[in-house]
C-alpha cells in the first residue's frame, strides 16, 4: 500500500527515489476517493483517464525522458476553473452542461509540469458562501466531524487534501474561500498578493479582488505550487511581475526579530474562547522564535464585511449576467418567448444564494443607491488599504485567527445570511487590500481544527510563507480521523 | 428601505424571475440593512484608485484566430448563428 | 433656435485585431461567427486582453479634435442585457472620477463655427441581430458576433449644431480626419454609425437613435426638425422621448416606453487596470501622428503656389495627397497637382476603382515631367492615364503601344503645317495681321496630328512659315 498521507514535497522526493510509482500513487487515490467521497462528496467529477496519465509520466521517469517538477502528481481543481473538454460547473444549474474550450493558464502551467487532474471540486454555487452549502449538488462534510460545514467556497478543495482524495489543490478566495475550509479541514490555505497568479479561465466572481491559491497539507507544499502557477501572464492585464521569484528557497529562515501586529479588531467579541486561547498560544510561540508581537487596531476592519459584500455583490450581478443560456448553458429552447421573459426565466436556475446576492448586485451600485452603497463600500476600501499599508511600516506580519470560530453543523447558519457574514470579518480585509495572506492549521478544539492566519505586505509572500512555515513548526497536529 | 416592490424592480433589472418575492425581503432586507454600517465609517472625503500598468505593458495588435471552430461548440443554428426569442 | 448635438460611433477599421482579444478587427470578410473567440465570446473565465494599438488610435483622435488627452485611463462597465452583448455588459468609458476617458473636451472649427466636443471614449461594439419569422408566433433573433469586440471610438458634441447642413459639414471634415489618421476606413458599411439629439426653440430634447451612416444622419437631423416644427406649429407639444431611424423608410420612430428603466450600474472594470500614458508617450504619439489635413493644404499652397481650391481638394483626400506627397518635386508639383484634380480624380472616383487602380506615384512623376519636355501633350496624357490605371505599364510602353508620342519630327510637322496653310489662306493673312488668332491653325495642326503634335515647335515653325 502507497501512503498516500505524504505532502507534495515528499511525493516528488519519493517518486524521484523510485519509492513509488505514478501510476500505484494515482490509482490507489482513485479508490479512496471511491471509498470515502461517497461520504464526503468532495468532487462533482472525477478524470477516468487519469492511470493512463499517471502511466504515461512513469513512462518518461523510466526512459529519462524530461519530466515536470510535479510527477503526476494528483490535483484536484475547484470547478470553477476551465480545464479544456472538461466540464465546469461552478456547482450551479446554470453551467452543469458547460464544457470549456480552453484552459485556464494555472491550469495550462501544472499540464506542463506533468500533473494529473484528479477530479473537479464541490463548491458553493460560483463561490458565493462560506460553508459550501450551496452548491447545486449538495454540500461538502468536513472529514474531521462529518455533521459539520468543511468551511467554503473552496469546500471541496480542502475536504480532498484533508481526507487524502489528493495531494494538493486549487480553489480561489474572494474573501476567504481558500483560507476558510482550509482552516476548518485542518489543512494550508494561501491567497496570494492580487496579481500573483493568473486568473485567465477562472470564472469570475468578485474579479477585482479574488484569486486562485494552493491548499496543500504543508507550507512548503504552497510555496512549490505557487512556483509552479505564478508569473505575468499576457492573458490578465491584472497579472504581476515577480521577476520568477523561487518561494521554496529560504522558507527555512525563521521569524526571528520579525515585527508581527495583532489584529484587535479580529479578535473581538463573538470570537470563539478556545479561538481566541489558540491565537494567544500562536503569539507566544512566535515570540519564543524571537518574533516580536504587538497589538494594532485597524479601524476599517468594523466596515470591511458591509464593504465586500456590496463590492462581491455588484460585480457578481455584473459577472454573472452573461448567463442567459442564449450561447451556452442547459437546454432551454428560446422558441415562443420574449427576451427579457425567456432569460428571466432561464437564470431561475441560479440557486437561492446566487439569487440573493444578484438582487443585492442590482440594488447597491443602481442609480439612487450608489451614493451610500457602492461608492462608500469603494472608499472603505481604500481607507482600509491606506490602514493596512500604514501597519505594515511597523510591522513585517500581521496575525489574527482565519475564522473566529469553529466549524459548525450543516444547516445551523443556512438560513441566517448576516450571522453568516461575521465569519468573514478576519479574512475579507486581505482582499479588499490585495495583501498575501495564509492559514496555517494550528489547533485542535473538541475534534475541530482551528487555523491561524498572517497577512504580509503586497508582493512579501516569500516572507509570508517563512513565517508561516516557522508557525506550523511550533504544533503536531492529530490524524485527521477519516 | 427595502420593499417588496424594489425587489420586484431589481429582480427584473437583474432579469431573474424570482416566483416568492416576500421570500427574498426578509433576508435581502437583512443583508442590506447591515450595510448601513457604512455610513458611519467617515470615509466621504476617501478617493477611489485602482492599480495602474503603463500603456507598454499592453499586448500587441496582431490578429490571432482561435484555434478550434468556436461556434461548433456553443449553442448554434445549422452550425452559424446563435439564436435568442424574439425581441420585444 | 435649432439645436443639435451628436454621438459618433466610428470602429478603427485599420486596426488588426479586436479591443479586448485577437480576433480580427475588420469582421466583414468572415463567414457567420468565425471571427469569435472566448474571450469575444465573453465565455466563464475569459478576460479582456487590451489593444496597446487602440489605445494609441484613439488618443489620436482625441489630439486630432484638439482634446485634453488624460495621463491615466480607465475603463467602466456599462450594464445592460442583449443579445448582441456576450457578456451583458458593455467595457467602455466615462468621467465619475476624475477625467479618465481618452480624450477630454476639445474643439473643431466648421466653416466660422466652433463645434465643441465633450468627450471622446474607447469601447467595444456589440454584435448583429438579424430578425427572422415572419409572424410573431415563430420570430426569433439570429445573432452573428464576429462584430463583437471591435474597437470603436465614440466621439460626444455638445449641442452646437444649427441645422443639418452644419452636421453634413462636420461629417465631412471628421471622415477626411479619421481617414488622414488612418485609423479608419469611413467607407467601409457601418463603420460610423450615430446618435443624433435634436431639440427646436421651445421643444423638449429628442434623442435619435440607430442612425446607420453618415448620409443618413444629416438625413434624420432634417426629418426630425421638420417633424418637431410641424407640431409645434400645430400647437402640439414635442416630448421628451427617444426615437429611432427607421433606414427603409427614411424616417424617425418613437421608441416604445420601456417597461422599465435603464440603470447601466456603471463602475469600475476591475479587469482592467488603469493604464497610465505619460507626456513622453504622448509626444511621441503627437510626431508619430500624419500630417493634418489642414498643414497639407497650407504647404501645399505657400511651397508650391497651387491655387487653394485644388490644394483643399487634394489635402482633404488621404488618397490623393499621398499620391502627390510620394510623386512631386520642387519642378513638377504644380503639374502634378492639375494631373490629380483634373484628371485622375474622374477616373478613379469609387473606392473599387481606387483599389484595382494600379498606378504609382512613380508613374506620376514620369507623366508629368513627360507633358513638361514636350513627349507627350496634355491631351494624349489622359489617355495614357487612362491606360496606366488599368495596366501598370511603365509610361514609355504605353507611348509607344498606343502612339501617344508628341509629333516633334520637324519635317513632319513641317508637313503638315505647310498643308494647313495653303488651305487656311483667310487665317493665314488674319494671323499676320493679329498674332493673337494664329492660335486658330495651331488649333488646326492639332486636329490633323490627333492631339500628338508638339504645341510649342508647332508655334514656333507656323510663325516661321507664315512670316
Redesign the interface.
Known amino acids: 500500500m502507497t501512503n498516500l498521507k505524504i505532502s507534495a514535497l515528499d511525493y516528488v522526493e519519493q517518486i524521484q527515489n523510485g519509492n513509488i510509482s505514478a501510476e500505484d500513487f494515482v490509482s490507489e487515490t482513485v479508490d479512496r476517493i471511491k471509498k470515502v467521497d461517497d461520504t464526503l462528496h468532495a468532487f462533482l467529477s472525477v478524470n477516468d483517464d487519469v492511470i493512463e496519465q499517471a502511466r504515461a509520466i512513469d513512462k518518461k521517469i523510466k526512459s529519462g525522458d524530461k519530466v515536470g517538477a510535479c510527477y503526476g502528481m494528483p490535483i484536484s481543481i475547484k470547478d470553477?476553473?476551465?480545464i479544456k473538454g472538461s466540464k465546469?460547473t461552478?456547482a450551479s444549474k446554470m453551467?452543469e452542461n458547460?464544457?470549456?474550450?480552453?484552459d485556464?493558464t494555472v491550469i495550462t502551467k501544472l499540464k506542463q509540469q506533468d500533473a494529473v487532474f484528479i477530479g473537479k471540486v464541490n463548491m458553493d454555487e460560483f463561490a458565493m458562501g462560506l460553508t459550501t452549502e450551496f452548491s447545486a449538488y449538495g454540500p461538502s462534510k468536513n472529514p474531521w466531524n462529518t455533521d459539520c460545514i468543511p468551511g467554503g467556497s473552496s469546500g471541496g478543495s480542502a475536504v480532498s487534501v484533508s481526507a487524502f482524495e489528493c495531494v494538493t489543490s486549487l480553489g480561489s478566495d474572494t474573501g476567504g474561500s481558500v483560507r476558510n475550509p482550509a482552516s476548518f479541514c485542518g489543512v494550508v490555505g494561501y491567497k496570494p498578493t492580487?496579481?500573483l497568479i493568473s486568473?485567465?479561465?477562472?470564472?469570475?466572481y468578485a474579479?477585482?479582488?479574488e484569486q486562485i491559491g494552493p491548499l496543500t497539507r504543508t507550507v512548503k507544499d504552497s510555496a512549490f505550487m505557487l512556483n509552479m502557477i505564478c508569473g505575468l501572464d499576457?492573458?490578465?492585464?491584472?497579472t504581476v511581475d515577480n521577476n520568477s521569484e523561487d518561494y521554496l528557497s529560504g522558507i527555512d529562515s525563521g521569524i526571528e526579530g520579525k515585527k508581527i501586529g495583532i489584529i484587535k479588531e479580529m479578535i473581538a467579541d463573538g470570537t470563539d474562547p478556545a479561538v481566541l486561547s489558540s491565537t494567544k498560544d500562536a503569539i507566544s510561540k512566535l515570540e519564543s522564535l524571537g518574533a516580536i508581537c504587538e497589538e494594532i487596531s485597524i479601524d476599517?476592519v468594523?466596515?470591511s464585511?458591509?464593504?465586500y459584500?456590496?463590492i462581491t455583490a455588484?460585480?457578481a450581478?455584473?459577472n454573472l449576467?452573461?448567463y442567459?443560456n442564449?450561447?451556452?448553458?442547459y437546454d432551454f429552447p428560446?422558441?415562443?418567448?420574449?427576451?427579457?421573459?425567456?432569460?428571466?426565466?432561464a437564470?431561475?436556475n441560479?440557486g437561492p444564494e446566487v439569487?440573493?446576492r444578484?438582487?443585492?448586485?442590482?440594488?447597491?451600485?443602481?442609480?439612487g443607491h450608489?451614493g451610500?452603497?457602492?461608492?462608500?463600500?469603494?472608499?472603505?476600501k481604500?481607507?482600509l488599504t491606506k490602514e493596512v499599508n500604514e501597519a505594515f511600516k511597523k510591522f513585517d506580519l500581521l496575525i489574527a485567527p482565519t475564522v473566529p470560530i469553529l466549524p459548525f453543523k450543516l444547516g445551523e447558519k443556512i438560513?441566517d445570511?448576516?450571522s453568516l457574514?461575521l465569519v468573514d470579518i478576519n479574512t475579507v480585509t486581505a482582499n479588499l487590500t490585495?495583501k498575501p495572506a495564509i492559514s496555517v492549521p494550528f489547533a485542535i478544539s473538541n475534534g475541530l481544527p482551528i487555523g491561524m492566519q498572517l497577512f504580509a505586505n503586497s508582493m512579501n509572500d516569500k516572507l509570508l510563507l517563512q513565517a508561516a512555515h516557522a508557525l506550523e513548526n511550533t504544533v503536531k497536529l492529530p490524524e485527521v480521523p477519516i | 428601505m427595502v420593499t417588496e416592490e424594489e425587489i420586484e424592480r431589481v429582480s427584473k433589472l437583474m432579469k431573474i424571475d424570482v416566483d416568492d418575492h416576500k421570500e427574498y425581503v426578509d433576508k435581502v432586507h437583512a443583508m442590506i440593512d447591515y450595510f448601513d454600517i457604512l455610513d458611519s465609517a467617515g470615509v466621504e472625503s476617501e478617493e477611489i484608485s485602482m492599480p495602474e500598468i503603463p500603456i507598454s505593458q499592453l499586448r500587441e495588435d496582431k490578429h490571432v484566430p482561435f484555434d478550434q471552430k468556436l461556434i461548433e461548440k456553443l449553442n448554434n443554428y445549422k452550425g452559424s448563428y446563435v439564436r435568442a426569442p424574439k425581441m420585444s | 433656435m435649432t439645436k443639435i448635438g451628436l454621438e459618433i460611433h466610428c470602429q478603427l477599421t485599420n486596426l488588426n485585431s479586436k479591443l479586448f482579444c485577437s480576433c480580427k478587427a475588420n469582421y466583414r470578410e468572415f463567414e457567420i461567427n468565425e471571427n469569435i473567440c472566448p474571450i469575444c465570446m465573453g465565455l466563464p473565465g475569459s478576460l479582456p486582453r487590451l489593444n496597446q494599438e487602440a489605445v494609441k488610435k484613439a488618443t489620436m483622435i482625441a489630439m486630432a479634435l484638439n482634446c485634453s488627452t488624460p495621463e491615466k485611463i480607465a475603463f467602466f462597465r456599462k450594464n445592460y442585457f442583449y443579445p448582441d452583448l456576450p457578456k451583458n455588459f458593455q467595457i467602455t468609458q466615462l468621467n465619475i472620477y476624475g477625467d479618465t476617458s481618452i480624450g477630454g473636451t476639445g474643439s473643431i472649427m466648421v466653416g466660422d463655427k466652433k463645434i465643441n466636443i465633450t468627450r471622446i471614449q474607447l469601447e467595444e461594439d456589440p454584435g448583429r441581430l438579424i430578425y427572422e419569422g415572419s409572424s410573431s408566433k415563430n420570430q426569433i433573433t439570429l445573432v452573428d458576433y464576429n462584430r463583437a469586440g471591435t474597437p470603436l471610438v465614440e466621439i460626444v458634441t455638445e449641442p452646437d449644431f444649427e441645422s443639418p447642413k452644419q452636421v453634413r459639414e462636420f461629417l465631412n471634415i471628421l471622415s477626411d480626419l479619421l481617414e488622414n489618421l488612418g485609423v479608419s476606413d469611413p467607407s467601409l458599411e457601418g463603420a460610423m454609425r450615430a446618435d443624433a439629439n435634436v431639440s427646436i426653440e421651445g421643444g423638449k430634447k429628442v434623442e435619435v437613435k440607430n442612425i446607420g451612416s453618415f448620409h443618413d444622419l444629416e438625413k434624420a437631423t432634417h426629418f426630425e426638425i421638420t417633424r418637431q416644427t410641424s407640431l409645434h406649429s400645430r400647437d402640439i407639444d414635442i416630448i421628451q422621448e427617444t426615437r429611432h431611424w427607421d433606414d427603409k423608410r427614411k424616417i424617425t420612430i418613437s421608441s416604445r416606453s420601456k417597461e422599465e428603466e435603464l440603470d447601466y450600474r456603471y463602475f469600475l472594470e476591475g479587469d482592467i487596470p488603469w493604464i497610465t500614458i505619460d507626456s513622453s508617450i504622448q509626444e511621441k504619439l503627437r510626431t508619430e501622428m500624419p500630417e493634418s489635413i489642414s498643414s497639407k493644404k497650407e504647404r501645399y499652397i505657400s511651397k508650391y503656389n497651387i491655387p487653394p481650391q485644388v490644394a483643399d481638394v487634394l489635402s482633404s483626400d488621404k488618397f490623393y495627397s499621398d499620391l502627390f506627397d510620394e510623386s512631386h518635386d520642387e519642378t513638377n508639383a504644380k503639374e502634378i497637382a492639375n494631373i490629380i484634380t483634373t484628371d485622375l480624380m474622374g477616373l478613379v472616383d469609387t473606392r473599387e476603382k481606387r483599389e484595382e487602380s494600379k498606378l504609382s506615384a512613380k508613374h506620376l512623376a514620369e507623366l508629368s515631367n513627360a507633358i513638361q519636355s514636350g513627349k507627350i501633350s496634355r491631351n494624349s496624357s489622359k489617355n495614357a492615364l487612362h491606360e496606366i490605371i488599368k495596366s501598370g505599364k511603365e509610361l514609355s510602353e504605353i507611348i509607344s503601344e498606343l502612339d501617344l508620342g508628341n509629333v516633334s519630327d520637324e519635317s513632319e510637322l513641317l508637313k503638315i503645317i505647310t498643308e494647313v496653310i495653303s488651305a487656311e489662306p483667310q487665317a493665314v493673312e488674319q494671323a499676320k495681321s493679329n498674332p493673337q488668332t494664329i492660335n486658330y491653325l495651331v488649333g488646326k495642326v492639332m486636329q490633323k496630328t490627333k492631339g500628338k503634335a508638339d504645341p510649342k515647335l508647332t508655334l514656333d515653325l507656323l510663325k516661321k512659315q507664315i512670316e
Open positions: 470553477n476553473m476551465c465546469t461552478c453551467l458547460f464544457v470549456a474550450p480552453y485556464a492580487y496579481g486568473r485567465y479561465g477562472l470564472i469570475s474579479n477585482s479582488i499576457s492573458n490578465d492585464n491584472t476599517m468594523k466596515y464585511v458591509a464593504a459584500y456590496t455588484t460585480e450581478g455584473s449576467a452573461r442567459d442564449l450561447r451556452y448553458g428560446v422558441e415562443g418567448y420574449e427576451f427579457n421573459s425567456y432569460i428571466a426565466k437564470r431561475k441560479f439569487t440573493r444578484m438582487i443585492i448586485g442590482g440594488f447597491v451600485p443602481s442609480a450608489a451610500k452603497y457602492f461608492l462608500k463600500a469603494m472608499k472603505v481604500s481607507k438560513d445570511p448576516v457574514f490585495g
